[in-house]
């Protein structure tokens, strides 16, 4: 077992130096605007894995910080004339600030108790927007130019919109990364096995969940405001609690628990999506919902949790 987990150290800077320049030349082979969606759903459930996967927390709200961060951050551009860094940066704080008031009502229940009231305050800021005439109700906010980066680089190019697309997903990857090889993370992780024995130890568990879920907002908001720039709009979709039920898809397809696995179950979900939202139409829910059951009665690890137990086995043989 030892050396298998040498074996995964040691690997883990090259695989992640390969997907690095494979996300560099990537645009040049398939279509720009697919990938850039991609990445701000792998950003997104990688957020939500961080609750889920490394504190145990379940929420069914995590839709309200996408969403939330897409209309500020349209609504800054559009309408407040700033520049598109600073929009994403005005869509993550929002939705930083949304996930304390959320962690606050919240984060003292457990179960689904927590992931309730979640979506009942999700639920909340879903009616909100749709009432709010700022936002554009059903129709959305529409019309968000991409604008020039730093006030130099127009994002109207599809080409310099997908790096800042993929320079946001790096940054927000590398702030995960780091979180959850933290002496932060291996206390998430403690709460996570066994709460109990955290508290018994002096730690303020409450206080390391709420730093969490507002972390976990703030990075699915980084997505929500960077989506909102690549497709010019915000809309209540981002905000339904059907895309709250999505991202939990997402992750557990991928591999809870798993640093890469949300990246493969969007990248996955997304790609099944846009395959078949020709030809089969509203269907294409249905499709989804036999996907999930299928991963949780055979896969239960995910994707990338069966390969990793696969080659545990193979490296303990």
Same mark, same amino acid.
């Not at 150290?9 to 850039?36: K, S």
């Not at 889920?52 to 969403?67: E, I």
């Not at 229940?109 to 800021?125: D, E, N, P």
């Given at each position: 077992?030892?050396?298998?987990?040498?074996?995964?150290?040691?690997?883990?800077?090259?695989?992640?130096? !390969?997907?690095?320049?494979?996300?560099?030349?990537?645009? =040049?082979?398939?279509y720009?605007t697919?990938?850039?969606? *991609?990445?701000?759903?792998?950003?997104?459930?990688?957020?939500?894995?961080? &609750?889920?996967?490394?504190v145990?927390?379940?929420?069914?709200?995590?839709?309200? =910080?996408? %969403?939330?961060?897409?209309? *500020?951050?349209?609504m800054?551009?559009?309408?407040?004339?700033?520049?598109?860094? &600073?929009?994403? *940066?005005?869509?993550?704080?929002?939705?930083?600030?949304?996930?304390?008031?959320?962690?606050?009502? !919240?984060?003292?229940?457990?179960? *689904?108790y927590?992931?309730?009231i979640?979506?009942?305050?999700?639920?909340?800021v879903?009616?909100?927007?749709?009432?709010?005439?700022?936002?554009?109700?059903?129709?959305?906010?529409?019309? $968000?130019?991409?604008?020039?980066?730093?006030?130099?680089?127009?994002?109207?190019?599809?080409?310099?919109?997908y790096?800042?697309?993929?320079a946001? =997903?790096?940054?927000?990857?590398?702030?995960?990364?780091?979180?959850?090889?933290?002496?932060? %993370?291996?206390?998430?992780?403690?709460?996570?096995?066994?709460?109990?024995? !955290?508290?018994?130890?002096?730690? #303020?568990?409450?206080? =390391?969940?709420? &730093?969490?879920?507002?972390?976990?907002?703030?990075?699915?908001?980084?997505?929500?405001?960077?989506?909102t720039?690549?497709?010019?709009?915000?809309?209540?979709?981002?905000?339904?609690?059907?895309?709250?039920?999505?991202v $939990?898809?997402?992750?557990?397809?991928?591999?809870?628990?798993?640093?890469?696995?949300p990246?493969? %179950?969007?990248?996955?979900?997304?790609?099944l999506?846009?395959?078949?939202? #020709?030809?089969? %139409?509203?269907?294409?829910?249905?499709?989804?919902?036999?996907?999930?059951?299928?991963?949780?009665l055979?896969?239960?690890?995910?994707?990338?949790?069966?390969?990793?137990?696969?080659?545990?086995?193979a490296?303990?043989?």
């Amino acid at each position: 077992m030892n050396n298998t987990n040498s074996m995964f150290a040691r690997a883990t800077p090259l695989l992640f130096g !390969a997907l690095f320049v494979i996300g560099l030349v990537a645009p =040049f082979a398939v279509y720009p605007t697919f990938l850039m969606k *991609i990445l701000c759903f792998g950003l997104f459930a990688c957020a939500f894995n961080l &609750l889920l996967g490394f504190v145990g927390l379940l929420s069914f709200g995590h839709a309200a =910080f996408l %969403g939330t961060a897409g209309y *500020i951050c349209g609504m800054l551009v559009r309408d407040a004339g700033v520049t598109p860094e &600073l929009g994403i *940066i005005g869509g993550t704080l929002a939705a930083g600030v949304l996930g304390w008031v959320f962690g606050v009502l !919240a984060i003292r229940r457990t179960g *689904i108790y927590f992931a309730m009231i979640t979506l009942a305050l999700s639920q909340m800021v879903y009616f909100v927007v749709l009432q709010w005439k700022a936002t554009g109700g059903e129709d959305g906010l529409q019309g $968000v130019p991409r604008g020039h980066l730093f006030g130099l680089i127009d994002l109207s190019n599809n080409i310099a919109m997908y790096y800042l697309v993929f320079a946001v =997903f790096c940054i927000g990857f590398f702030i995960i990364y780091r979180t959850i090889h933290s002496p932060f %993370g291996q206390i998430l992780k403690a709460i996570r096995e066994n709460e109990p024995r !955290a508290i018994s130890l002096g730690y #303020d568990v409450a206080k =390391f969940k709420l &730093l969490a879920f507002v972390l976990s907002a703030s990075l699915a908001g980084m997505a929500g405001a960077t989506k909102t720039l690549v497709f010019q709009l915000a809309s209540l979709t981002d905000v339904h609690w059907h895309m709250s039920g999505e991202v $939990v898809l997402m992750t557990l397809l991928g591999g809870l628990g798993t640093i890469l696995g949300p990246l493969v %179950g969007a990248a996955t979900i997304v790609s099944l999506q846009t395959e078949l939202a #020709d030809s089969v %139409g509203s269907w294409v829910t249905v499709i989804m919902g036999v996907i999930f059951v299928i991963c949780v009665l055979l896969f239960r690890r995910g994707i990338v949790g069966e390969l990793q137990a696969l080659i545990q086995r193979a490296g303990i043989r």
